[in-house]
């Protein structure tokens, strides 16, 4: 891949003040504050996080969480649903600690009090989504999965003792030494602080605002993928990008688009065309609920053969009632866009979602830098493969956050007295841009990923985008780099370069990376 700087941050960052603790957790999503919650308590942790515990990707989860948690299903048939998923692409051993740490560590969010949605009886509501085979998908309050888990994981995090929240404070640059990673540079307002740590997890999320279109709150850019790549940790399967099917149809062009969860086609929801033909019955044995790459591009090529920009959503076979209950958050947002459901189709269409790809990791989180672990959406745990398999997300968060946790309480690294500080400050930048060269940046980045790095990908395509992206990282490598928004604008170029080179790498379609023959201009 093409040589990036080793730091962002500037000659101010020399004298920064300096926080030690045992560890650092950088990301208060799901899969941070899980991890955190099973740290030793005798560890002292930071906890570092750009915005606050209702801003992550976790927070927006609606569909649920993947688990064998019914009688009627095994470990086999979850697997097995994942590796088809997941294109041949997935890593065996992960898929099934992922599977079979799942129903245990679905039993542990219980026991915290995490509101999971449930019958008369008591017992687990269970609901299917696409490329499963089975209903094996837990909720809370119906399509609010994430927001519940997050708040209830952040409510518990906050009361311990030995966790120690730092919001609004965004991670500039990892730092290591001849041991491994030995702490973090952080920004909080103007001032740049050093956090000291050989134990350090990243669980920063995605990358999805660097696409012009995306389901992902605005922080989304991979800020965590990037500090690591610069600090030498190996990535995976950057190509593998998720797009979400259905998104709900705006009026305006919203930061964040809105997402019809999958769940929805689980209840019996089906997709139609403006002439209301059910176009996906013939497409694949499992019609709606096919795998999200494969619903994704049968969407694409209907929108071609009749030359609209969007599908529908039917859910008429579901009472107002049911949907209303089942769905609250979806149905309150389409009746707030004057669609009446369940009598009025859901305009629909493809939005980046997630990244299959990420920080390289093994079994117990751990990247190719000692000390550094990797949890969530910002890791390759070898999960995914080629296709995320819908609801195995937050899933991953959960075994992963928890075994990287646990891997540090057995192998604590303590800090010792040598630490690499941020005194070197070789090939930083010194040219002074303006602001507006930075928010020109920003757009000509999300241009080049939504024109050559979508659903299908043309090889002219992609090596035009690269060429364009070079062009904007010779600009960015000679910036005075000095706020948060310039590290932003920095770390989208940079993963937005990973991500096409290896596509570009790539030579054949499989999963989410798709070969076209050409893409028009």
């Known amino acids: 891949m093409t040589d990036i700087r080793k730091y962002l941050y500037n000659e101010k960052a020399a004298g920064a003040e300096e926080y030690p603790f045992d560890v650092l957790i950088i990301g208060s999503g799901i899969a941070g504050l899980y991890a955190a919650l099973h740290l030793d308590e005798s560890l002292q942790c930071a906890m570092v996080t750009k915005a606050n515990i209702d801003e992550s990707n976790s927070y927006l989860a609606q569909g649920g969480i993947a688990a064998v948690m019914s009688k009627d299903d095994d470990f086999e048939g979850h697997i097995q649903d994942t590796l088809t998923a997941g294109a041949g692409l997935c890593e065996l051993e992960a898929v099934k600690v992922l599977v079979e740490e799942g129903p245990e560590n679905i039993r542990t969010l219980i026991d915290m009090q995490i509101p999971f949605d449930v019958n008369s009886e008591g017992d687990l509501l269970i609901t299917r989504e696409g490329g499963h ?32 929240f730092f919001f609004e404070s965004y991670l500039v640059d990892l730092l290591t030494d001849e041991k491994g ?15 000291r740590s050989r134990n350090v997890i990243l669980a920063t999320g995605g990358i999805g605002q660097i696409y012009e279109y995306t389901t992902n709150p605005t922080g989304a850019v991979g800020d965590g993928i990037a500090a690591a790549h610069r600090a030498g940790a190996v990535l995976s399967n950057m190509e593998m990008v998720q797009f979400h099917p259905t998104t709900l149809i705006a009026d305006d062009k919203p930061d964040r688009l809105f997402l019809i969860s999958e769940a929805v086609r689980g209840e019996g929801a089906i997709l139609r065309n403006s002439r209301g033909e059910a176009f996906m019955k013939d497409k694949h044995e499992l019609a709606d609920l096919a795998p999200r790459d494969i619903v994704t591009r049968e969407i694409i090529k209907e929108l071609d053969r009749i030359n609209e920009s969007h599908v529908f959503l039917d859910a008429s076979s579901m009472t107002t009632e049911f949907f209303s209950n089942r769905f609250p958050t979806i149905y309150n947002q389409c009746l707030n866009k004057g669609i009446n459901l369940t009598a009025d189709y859901i305009p629909v269409r493809p939005a980046q979602h997630y990244l299959m790809g990420g920080v390289k990791t093994d079994l117990d989180a751990r990247t190719s830098i000692e000390g550094l672990y990797c949890c969530g959406e910002s890791a390759e745990s070898g999960i995914h493969g080629g296709n995320r398999l819908a609801s195995n997300s937050v899933l991953e968060c959960l075994v992963f956050g928890r075994r990287a946790a646990r891997h540090i309480n057995a192998n604590f690294r303590p800090s010792g007295e040598k630490n690499v500080g941020p005194a070197n400050v070789e090939a930083l930048g010194s040219i002074a841009f303006s602001n507006r060269f930075y928010e020109q940046a920003e757009k000509t980045v999300k241009r080049i990923m939504t024109k050559y790095a979508g659903p299908e990908r043309s090889f002219d395509g992609m090596l035009k985008g690269i060429k364009e992206l070079e062009e904007i990282k010779e600009q960015l490598d000679s910036a005075y780099l000095s706020n948060p928004y310039h590290y932003k604008v920095y770390n989208m170029m940079q993963n937005a370069l990973c991500i096409l080179e290896s596509a570009y790498a790539r030579k054949e379609s499989v999963g989410a990376h798709y070969i076209v023959a050409s893409l028009e201009d």
């Not at 994981?153 to 120690?164: D, F, M, P, T």
């Not at 990673?181 to 956090?195: K, L, N, S, T």
Request: hydrophobic residues 35%; aromatic residues 4%; positive net charge.
């Open 181 to 195: 990673v030995c702490g973090a540079v952080v920004m909080v307002g103007e001032e740049y602080r050093i956090f």
């Open 133 to 164: 085979h089975m209903r094996r998908i837990v909720h809370c309050g119906g399509d609010a999965t994430g927001k519940e888990t997050t708040k209830q994981l952040g409510r518990l995090a906050l009361k311990k003792e030995n966790l120690h």
